[in-house]
Each structure stands twice: as C-alpha cells, then as structure tokens.
C-alpha cells in the first residue's frame, strides 16, 4: 500500500491503476476471511456473556420472587437482590472487553518479538578510533555482492576444493552476481577522487561499502590504517558524509532536515555553513527562512535544491570524508553553479570522492576512476590520464561526454 502511494503519480501517468486495484482488491479479499473470524469469536463472547446476564437476571428475579412468596424477604430485598445482580453486567462486560484486546496484544508481542528476534547481519565494529581531519581511503581486492547466498567467503574457500570442472562453472556463475570485483585503489588523505562508469557499473556500491551499509565478503576497506570493520557503525557513520542520488528530505522545517533533528546545532552554525556553500541567497529566497516547511518526498524543492541542503546536511557534521553522488538528473544553471561551489568548498577541508555523471564535474579532482560491470578498468592521477591520448579518459574528454560510457 505504502509503494502505491507514494508511487501515485507514476502509476496514474503510466495507466496503471487498474493493476493497483486489482491489487488491492486481492488484498481484501485475503483479509476478508481473517476479519470474519476474528469478529466471529468477539461475537460468540459477546453472546456469551449476554447469556450469562439474562440467565443470572432470571434466577435473581425467580429466586426473590420465590422468597418473597414465602414472606422470607420484603420486596425491598427482592428489588436490591435484582439490582446487585444487575451490578454484576458492567464488570462483565470489561472482562469481555478486556479478553478481546488481549488477543490483539497477543498478536501483537508475536510481531514485536520476531521482530526484536532479527538479527543485522553486520557485526558492530570493534573499538578503533578513525583519525581526524582528512581520511586515507584504501580498497583492498574487494569484492561484494548483493546476494547474500553462496558467495560467503566461507564457502568460496570450500568451492577452491572443488574439482576443476566444477569450479569453472561456479566461478562463472558466480561472475554474474559480483557487484564489485577484485578492486584495490588508493586515495590519500585530502585528495578528491572522481569515479565514472556506465549505469550498474557498482559506483554506488562502492560508496555504500564506505558507509558499511554493507560489507564486502572478500577484501579490506580501510581509512588510514584503519579497517573499516575495526571501527563503531556510529564513529565510522560520523566521519563519513554521503549526498545520495535521491536526497530523501523530512516532512520538517528546513532547519530539522539539516540537523536531523538535534536542537543542540544552534541557528549560527546553520548559517555559516550555508554561507560557507554560497547558498545565503537560496536560504533569502524561502519564505520563512530556516522555519520554512518542507514536504514529504521533496515536494517543493528540486532535485537540486535537495541536494544542496544535503551537502549542508554533511557539511554541518564536518567529516573526514565526503561521497557525493551525483544526480543524474539535469539541473538549471543557476543551481549547478551553486552545487560546483558548495563542492569545492566542501573538498578543502577533508577527502571527497564524487561519483560523477558531467565531465565537468571531475575537472577539480585529483585522481580519476573508471568502473565497467563493478571491475577496475582505469585509475590514476587525472592530469597524466589526461595527457596519455590511449586512456579512456582522454577519450572520454575527446568525445566530450560520459555518454561514450553509456
Ligand atoms: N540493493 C540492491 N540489491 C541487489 N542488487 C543491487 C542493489 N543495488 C544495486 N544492485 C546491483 O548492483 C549493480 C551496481 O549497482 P550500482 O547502484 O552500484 O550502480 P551505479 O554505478 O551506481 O549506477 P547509476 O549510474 O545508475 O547510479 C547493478 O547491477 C545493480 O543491479
Ligand atoms: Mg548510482
């Protein structure tokens, strides 16, 4: 329902809501039999204890009428004898009440505690301290797949005892689902690395591995002399700042979508950053300021503007490395002037490495990466690639876009 939602504008332009309902419909109709015989049992305890009321009713009312008769009691006692027993009905009814919503309750600690049963399937990290200011970061023969199954490194060292035959078709099976494969690069502290590759070449995933969003199931990712794995998810996750493709923004005012939520960031630091980028303008140019609301799913803002307030975002959490990815959208003139400023001047301070879809982009890098089906095929200092006329990047500047790689 959630995916359908927030997909409405495509479904709708895409002529696909009959499918949705359709959908839907199914939906119901699996829900349908649950819900009858949930209400059926409510039902049945419901007349269950209507039952016992009426039949403890008739016996208080024949029991008093009897004694009455035999001028045991007065009809004063017969009338409070009733009542006492009407009194009895509220209590049973919230026991009632009460046995319904415990079956919810209980349905619900089951979902709670399968919850709570999940276990991340990466370790926390040990103990290590990254180092401040500028990152180092060093891929060690890295390779990493998305499929969990049958690429453990685990089981790759079982498969090396496989028979001849048998392992050449696994290794080409398994060359298939390889996101990222046997990579080793080296980017020193302070330097900006510019990554190009064609769309699925794992140039996200190679940011996402820096992230440990994942981790790679042969191979190193180190900052310094750090591994990755060696260091807390939150310390590493401080020290790393990511703008993603898809910037998601916060139904919240611009303030809250740049701090996250810390009210201890005061409204000084906000600015500066914001001045820092060059987007004192932009921030004029809202209503409100800082208190202007933002929508859920960008609305109101272009992919541009999410962006900029993303690099705000990172800038105001002061890391050693900053992974921008590019948007593969076009943007106006006017914003991509300020996206380029803001990335320069987050690239002073610390290691950047941008995941880049313009030519024009790379140009402040230092070194250059090239990726095809998650291989390296190119890596070196962006200025000698430059001048070597049988690099691809040469080629790529000759050709005058990245499109040659599309
Ligand atoms: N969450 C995921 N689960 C499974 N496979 C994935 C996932 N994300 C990406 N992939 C696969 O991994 C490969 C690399 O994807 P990746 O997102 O890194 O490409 P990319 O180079 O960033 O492409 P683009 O330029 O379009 O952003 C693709 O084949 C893709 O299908
Ligand atoms: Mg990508």
């Not at 204890?49 to 039949?55: E, I």
């Not at 016996?59 to 009897?66: E, G």
């Not at 399968?114 to 370790?123: F, I, Q, S, T």
Request: glycine share 8%; charged share 20%; with cysteine.
């Amino acid at each position: 329902m959630g995916e359908y939602l927030a997909g409405r504008e495509d479904i709708r332009a895409n002529g696909a809501v009959s499918y949705v309902m359709r959908q839907f419909h199914r939906l119901l109709q699996q829900w349908l039999p649950i819900y009858q015989k949930a209400r059926f049992a409510s039902t049945v305890l419901w007349a269950t204890s209507v039952g016992l009321f009426t039949t403890g009713n008739a016996i208080a009312l024949a029991v008093s009428a009897y004694l009455w008769q035999q001028q045991a009691i007065t009809i004063g006692t017969a009338y409070v004898i009733f009542h006492y027993t009407n009194l009895l009905a509220q209590p049973i009814e919230r026991i009632r009440e009460e046995l319904e919503e415990l079956q919810q309750v209980e349905a619900s600690l089951q979902r709670i505690q399968a919850l709570l049963r999940v276990e991340a399937r990466l370790p926390a990290g040990g103990d290590a301290v990254l180092p401040a200011g500028a990152l180092a970061v060093t891929f060690e023969q890295v390779w990493f797949s998305y499929e969990e199954s049958g690429v453990g490194s685990r089981e790759l060292g079982v498969r090396s005892q496989q028979s001849g035959v048998n392992r050449a078709i696994q290794q080409s099976n398994d060359q298939k689902s390889w996101a990222l494969q046997n990579l080793s690069f080296h980017l020193p502290a302070g330097q900006a690395l510019g990554i190009l590759g064609r769309t699925g070449s794992g140039k996200s995933t190679l940011a996402r591995l820096l992230l440990r969003l994942y981790d790679p199931q042969i191979g190193t990712i180190r900052f310094g002399d750090v591994a990755v794995r060696q260091v807390p998810l939150k310390h590493l996750r401080q020290q790393v700042g990511f703008v993603t493709q898809d910037v998601q923004l916060f139904q919240a005012s611009v303030r809250d979508n740049l701090t996250f939520f810390d009210p201890g960031i005061p409204d000084s630091t906000i600015l500066e950053a914001l001045g820092w980028l060059g987007l004192d303008e932009w921030l004029q140019s809202l209503p409100a300021g800082l208190d202007t609301l933002l929508g859920a799913e960008n609305s109101g803002l272009s992919a541009g503007q999410a962006q900029l307030l993303a690099f705000a975002r990172v800038f105001l959490k002061k890391p050693g490395l900053v992974i921008l990815d590019e948007a593969s959208s076009r943007l106006d003139p006017t914003t991509e002037r300020l996206i380029e400023h803001a990335v320069d001047q987050l690239l002073l301070k610390c290691t950047g490495i941008i995941i880049a879809h313009r030519l024009a982009t790379v140009q402040r890098v230092d070194r250059i990466l090239i990726l095809e089906n998650g291989q390296m095929v190119e890596y070196g200092d962006r200025l000698t690639l430059q001048q070597d006329p049988h690099s691809r990047f040469s080629q790529l500047l000759q050709a005058g876009s990245t499109s040659m790689l599309r």
